[in-house]
């Protein structure tokens, strides 16, 4: 069976730095691309960021660029998210997710998500 | 690059269908058959419904169906349950300089 498990959030200052981890099970990590997307409380799916499987391919999403990092330990069998310059709209449920190995443009496997709260 | 844009919230009976729209551009919905859509259960993680516009995993009722005309996706669902209330989303591929977008959400209420 498929798992993502999210870890790592938490309430943090605005201004400040947190780092998301993504535990993977039950599939070939390494061969898979993944990808982070967020919600904010009472609002809609955000994409943030995808990582191929290698980790050589990387994209953002504007809202994130630049202050988001994106990376993965295949050895590990993990996928991680560093947050700097985190401000109160950040504050949201953020999801790691599974892309299809299909070759098409979808997520076929979701983990249940980490809260982030920026506030003072 | 800015959401796909789908209506708040849409409504109908049981035994009633119901199509959900997600209009692009032909950056996004309009060029590419990456169309996928996605049903959220409040507290829950989004599942899966249709992907490639029309295709269903396996395991997803075939009351759930999707087509795209144009710049604009669709979704479709026949046979209204109860159960099928809930948060509706679409996510497209696009060639605007990030990778994917999705639509805003649609909030299904079964009268």
């Known amino acids: 069976e498929v798992q993502l498990v999210e870890s790592g959030g938490g309430l943090v200052q605005p201004g400040g730095s947190l780092r998301l981890s993504c535990a993977a099970s039950?599939?070939?990590?390494?061969?898979?691309?993944m990808t982070w997307v967020r919600q904010a409380p009472g609002k809609g799916l955000e994409w943030l960021s995808y990582?191929?499987?290698?980790?050589?391919?990387?994209y953002y999403a504007d809202s994130v660029k630049g202050r988001f990092t994106i990376s993965r330990d295949n050895s590990k069998n993990s996928l991680y998210l560093h947050m700097n310059s985190l401000r109160a709209e950040d504050t949201a449920f953020y999801y790691c997710?599974?892309?299809?190995?299909?070759?098409?443009?979808?997520?076929?496997?979701w983990g249940q998500g980490t809260l982030v709260t920026v506030s003072s | 690059q800015s959401a796909l844009t789908q209506p708040a919230s849409v409504s109908g009976s049981p035994g009633q269908s119901v199509t959900i729209s997600c209009t692009g551009t032909s950056s996004d919905v309009g060029a590419y058959n990456y169309v996928s859509w996605y049903q959220q259960n409040s507290g829950k993680a989004p599942k899966l419904l249709v992907y490639h516009v029309s295709d269903r995993p396996s395991g997803v009722s075939n009351r759930f169906s999707g087509s795209k005309s144009g710049n604009t996706a669709s979704l479709t669902i026949s046979g209204l349950q109860a159960e099928d209330e809930a948060d509706y989303y679409c996510l497209s591929y696009t060639s605007s300089g990030t990778l994917w977008v999705f639509g805003g959400g649609t909030k299904l209420t079964v009268l």
């Open positions: 039950g599939f070939s990590f390494k061969n898979y691309e």
């Open positions: 990582i191929g499987s290698s980790g050589n391919t990387i």
């Open positions: 997710a599974r892309k299809s190995i299909l070759g098409d443009h979808f997520v076929d496997s």
